[in-house]
């Protein structure tokens, strides 16, 4: 029985010490949330002590300007891959794909389960796997497909509080928890996290509103309890909490603004499809109609009209096959009503929220962001200039410790925010072997165990 308990003893460290080995001194951790609609001004309209705390011990940036269009999924996929929306596919958050005859509706609808739709890129989770470490995400869209061969070790799928999922902030406290345990386990390397209340609450009750406020003042409350709970479990020294947001949001109160109606001055016969209204949309009309469409809808007050070849370069949009002839673009203070025709218009309706995102982030302040950073590869108490959201992605390979994909993105405006060190001049890869490793001794255990007990059963019988 010695033996036995030798072989147990001798595997335990032989699997610790190939956790080491693989990764150097250094383990990366990264803690990435992402809360949705936050407003890069909100926080100075209040005591937020939970993200003074991250701006006194971390680096904030002075603000984020999206890509255009400055909606969710093109920036959420901007922030994983450091790229504009032609690059990484998502043009809007509603699509029409004529090679696949398919529509992309946004989540929970079901075609955000379609592979196609995020093949344009690999995002950050899926490259950390490649790297060897392992992701966990929460309610973060897309995190439940394989894209490019591979997926997150770990996908709770993306949950939409519009459907009466009114204990959001208990979830969201228990992912957290969860997510601490993981990362101290080094069980993950990185956990995402997607809050959306402030998003919904903006769009449904206005940016100024109560309940929007009180939205932004429960993630405060769980990002505050996030780091005393770092700091207990001493972590403080390893794990990163990066904190963002894809877009801000705008008043678009029906009293206040002024509604472009498509159908005053075109044939709506002409239009195949109008993907998306509030902001911007695109259009396809019918074969042969694109310019008789463009030629109505040119100098009405408020609104941008571009023939695809035409969307201003700076939009970083035209070059990508799934924008479609014609895009819109509303200023501030106009809406673009939908068509409401099934069919025709996708989604079909033209209700028009309090607040609403989508505008020129170039033009539109409203429509800047937020990024809060504190951890062990963060300088202390830093305030970055303004950042691009595409410069994102490349903190986050910084600290995870492998080299990023290709990318839009700039080092020289983010470099400051990281202390030396955390610079990639060795980089830390955790390869899966330790957990091959591990696999193979228990095999070998399991085997030395049946095999002693055999020899031992002989002997005694």
């Not at 925010?417 to 610079?423: A, D, G, N, T, Y």
Request: some cysteine; proline content about 5%; glycine content about 6%.
């Amino acid at each position: 029985m010695n033996f036995i308990l030798f072989y147990f003893v001798i595997g335990s460290v032989f699997t610790r010490r190939a956790l080491s080995i693989t990764c150097g001194n250094r383990i990366p951790k990264v803690l990435f949330v992402l809360v949705d609609g936050c407003r890069w001004d909100y926080l100075d309209q209040g005591n937020f002590p939970g993200f003074k705390k991250l701006s006194d011990k971390g680096t904030h940036a002075l603000h984020v300007t999206p890509i255009f269009p400055s909606n969710s999924y093109p920036n959420w996929y901007s922030l994983v891959t450091g790229l504009y929306a032609e690059s990484h596919g998502f043009v809007q958050n509603m699509m029409y794909d004529a090679k696949y005859e398919d529509f992309f509706m946004m989540g929970p609808h079901e075609s955000v389960n379609v592979p196609h739709w995020w093949d344009g890129a690999e995002p950050l989770w899926v490259t950390a796997e490649k790297n060897g470490l392992r992701s966990a995400l929460y309610w973060w869209d897309g995190c439940q497909v394989e894209i490019r061969g591979r997926q997150s070790t770990f996908c709770r799928k993306y949950q939409y509080i519009g459907n009466s999922w009114t204990s959001v902030n208990e979830d969201t406290k228990e992912a957290f928890f969860t997510a601490l345990d993981l990362l101290e386990n080094n069980e993950m390397q990185l956990v995402q996290l997607y809050y959306e209340p402030v998003d919904f609450y903006g769009h449904k009750f206005g940016p100024e509103s109560v309940e929007r406020k009180q939205a932004l003042k429960d993630i405060d409350e769980l990002l505050e309890m996030v780091m005393s709970e770092i700091d207990k479990r001493g972590l403080q020294d390893q794990v990163n909490l990066v904190v963002v947001s894809d877009h801000g949001m705008t008043l678009t109160d029906s009293r206040s603004i002024t509604t472009i109606k498509l159908s005053n001055y075109l044939d709506i016969a002409d239009i195949r499809y109008m993907i998306y209204y509030g902001a911007n949309s695109m259009l396809l009309p019918h074969e042969g109609k694109t310019e008789k469409v463009y030629q109505a809808l040119k100098g009405i007050p408020g609104l941008q009209v571009y023939h695809k070849e035409e969307i201003p370069e700076h939009y970083h949009l035209r070059n990508n096959r799934l924008m479609l002839p014609i895009l819109l673009v509303a200023d501030k203070d106009y809406l673009i009503e939908g068509l409401d025709i099934p069919g025709k218009s996708i989604p079909t309706g033209s209700s028009v929220s309090l607040g609403s995102h989508g505008y020129d982030p170039y033009q539109v302040s409203d429509m800047r962001s937020i990024f809060y950073a504190v951890g062990p590869g963060i300088r202390k108490n830093y305030t970055s200039p303004p950042l691009n959201i595409v410069d994102i992605y490349n903190v986050l390979c910084d600290l995870l410790g492998f080299e990023p994909l290709p990318n839009n993105g700039s080092r020289s405006i983010t470099k400051g925010m990281l202390v030396p060190e955390q610079l990639l001049s060795t980089p830390c890869q955790l390869s899966d072997a330790p957990v091959l490793v591990s696999q193979i001794w228990q095999a070998i255990t399991v085997t030395f165990i049946c095999f002693c007990l055999q020899k031992w059963h002989l002997v005694t019988t």
